[in-house]
């Protein structure tokens, strides 16, 4: 039986740069119920190291994990990439080590912290998490692709790091699966403002990385399960899943 589940696919843990320190993986799961949030996707910026402490901090509650990475691509385009599994995630996360260049200013950037389900520091990242692949668009959703993901540009409706704001259109054979939109903008007023983008399902995210931003925006999503496989088809529009664009 289909029925609506809240998801939340871009949510951010400590490990992403100006991301606060309370944003561990307990504390984040913990709040996500709170906010009755069914699925979230673990995106922080350029890295994966805390997505299984999250996973793990979920296991014995009702919330669903899906494994994910926010990607700066070299146009400095902000790329979610989401996976059904972590083994994928980390087939993309090698690539993504071999092309990030620099090194963390913890002074300008903050402490990129892998926190695990305890809430122990397991160790500190020092790369340059908040800087930009040398991978361009299209390379970067063909590897998305290649590893069974879900390709989704972040933030459209932003001045800064989104694909409008960085190379002003969307491709129509970009490749893209969704397009994330903020809350600040809403379904309704996206579909008017992004009019030849149509063929595209929008969602709406919390783009968290502060706790109080957890549940204060997410998508309804028409499933039989939260699951990667129901998610899949309802960015299709498959099989009466559906993104459920009336809040």
């Known amino acids: 039986m289909l029925k609506v589940f809240n998801c939340d ?22 709040k996500a ?16 190291a805390n997505v299984p402490y ?15 990475m926010e990607i700066t691509t070299s146009e400095e385009v902000h790329l979610l990439a989401i996976f059904d599994s972590l083994s994928n995630l980390t087939l993309l996360q090698k ?15 903050g402490v990129q912290a892998i926190v695990n389900e305890n809430g ?3 160790g500190i990242n020092n790369q340059l998490l908040i800087g930009a692949t040398d991978l361009s668009l299209d390379i970067l959703i063909g590897y998305i692709h290649q590893f069974d993901g879900l390709a989704i ?4 409706d932003r001045e800064s790091f989104s694909v409008l704001s960085q190379l002003g259109f969307i491709d129509d054979n970009a490749g893209f699966d969704a397009l994330e939109i903020t809350h600040l903008t809403g379904f309704d007023q996206a579909r008017i403002k ?12 919390s783009d ?20 990667f496989a129901e998610l899949k088809m309802a960015l299709k529009k498959q099989n009466g899943r559906c993104v459920m664009e009336q809040q």
Do not use: W
């Open 9 to 30: 696919l871009h949510v951010h843990t400590c490990l992403s740069p100006c991301a606060e320190l309370d944003m561990h993986p307990m504390a984040l799961v913990q």
């Open 33 to 48: 119920l709170e906010a009755k949030l069914n699925m979230i996707a673990i995106c922080d910026h350029n890295s994966s």
């Open 54 to 68: 999250v996973i793990n901090a979920a296991k014995t509650c009702k919330l669903k994990i899906l494994p994910g």
């Open 95 to 109: 690539i993504i080590d071999q092309h990030l260049p620099g090194e963390n200013d913890e002074e300008r950037f």
């Open 120 to 122: 122990e520091v397991e």
């Open 153 to 156: 540009a972040a933030h459209i």
């Open 194 to 205: 992004y009019q030849e983008l149509c063929k595209y399902s929008f969602l709406v995210s």
């Open 208 to 227: 968290s990385h502060f706790i109080k931003d957890i549940g204060q925006a997410f998508t309804r999503i028409y499933l039989e399960e939260p699951s």
